[in-house]
């Protein structure tokens, strides 16, 4: 079964048409979609609290917003901020396409942690001065500046990460356990074992196991079985597709396989995980 027959019910905000490669905007500015309800994005946005208050929901997971904190949401995920009202900070917003580097790139994509770091004054002010050369720069719309705030974007990335030397040092022909996630990504439906993985990456299981450990922290079937999870919650979100039809979509074989793959994972039964994500304690 292919995975292009999925078709999510949360509505997807492209990114307004810009003259500029990265857009900063106050957290509090007049959001262009409804921003109230759980929605996705086609680009990434990083959100910088310096006072925190309130919680957010990115993939299904509660976050409670902290002082002096960055949040990281990728393309694809489903988010919902209800932030306090004295809550203050900044919204940076990029196209994929705008990263230079595809070590950079497939690290944020794969990345599986949203807090990137919270509770920290001395992070958020070196994170500040890259905002503020980016907007210095956005004031003149000269195409040499353009390319400036550009790599200033891959400047701030970095120093956001705080993996400079890592990439700097990564080989695209190093990359495998990048590889094996992004293929994941692309065919969790119809490859659901770490042999098919290992034979289309052209390295033996043992390897692949001691990769995805090593820079993910689970095995390679954790990871696939995490990314099966992950799109059934998104679908389960929605009351107007059945259970068995959800089952179908992701590739298992029967209603009953899924209930118990589900049940072992989440510990969970597809109708109970459906009622705790329809009624998130935002």
């Not at 262009?32 to 910088?48: G, M, S």
Request: a positive charge; one cysteine or more; aromatic letters at 12%.
């Amino acid at each position: 079964m292919q995975k292009n027959i999925i078709e999510y019910q949360f509505p997807s905000y492209s990114l307004p048409e810009s003259k500029f490669p990265v857009l900063i905007e106050d957290l509090g500015y007049c959001n262009p979609y409804d921003f109230t309800k759980e929605h996705r994005h086609k680009y990434f946005e990083i959100i910088l609290f310096k006072n925190g208050g309130g919680k957010q929901w990115i993939d299904f997971k509660e976050i409670s917003v902290q002082d002096y904190s960055c949040y990281i949401i990728l393309p694809g995920q489903v988010h919902l901020l209800k932030r306090a009202a004295d809550s203050l900070g900044s919204i940076i917003q990029f196209q994929e396409s705008e990263i230079e580097s595809s070590c950079l790139r497939n690290y944020l994509l794969f990345s599986s942690q949203p807090i990137i770091f919270d509770n920290s004054a001395e992070k958020f002010a070196k994170i500040i001065t890259y905002l503020d050369l980016i907007r210095n720069m956005q004031k003149n719309a000269e195409h040499v500046l353009k390319l400036g705030c550009r790599h200033l974007l891959q400047a701030f990335l970095f120093q956001l990460l705080g993996i400079k030397d890592e990439i700097e040092a990564c080989k695209e022909t190093e990359v495998l356990h990048y590889q094996f996630v992004q293929m994941v990504e692309e065919n969790f439906i119809k490859y659901q074992t770490v042999q098919e993985y290992a034979l289309r990456l052209q390295i033996t299981e043992k390897k692949l196991t001691t990769l995805t450990k090593k820079h993910f922290g689970i095995t390679p079937l954790q990871l696939i079985h995490n990314r099966i999870v992950l799109e059934s919650k998104r679908l389960l979100a929605f009351k107007n597709i059945s259970c068995k039809e959800v089952a179908y979509q992701l590739g298992f074989a029967s209603p009953s396989s899924f209930n118990r793959f589900i049940k072992d994972k989440t510990g969970l039964s597809p109708n109970a995980l459906r009622d705790s994500l329809i009624n998130p304690s935002l």
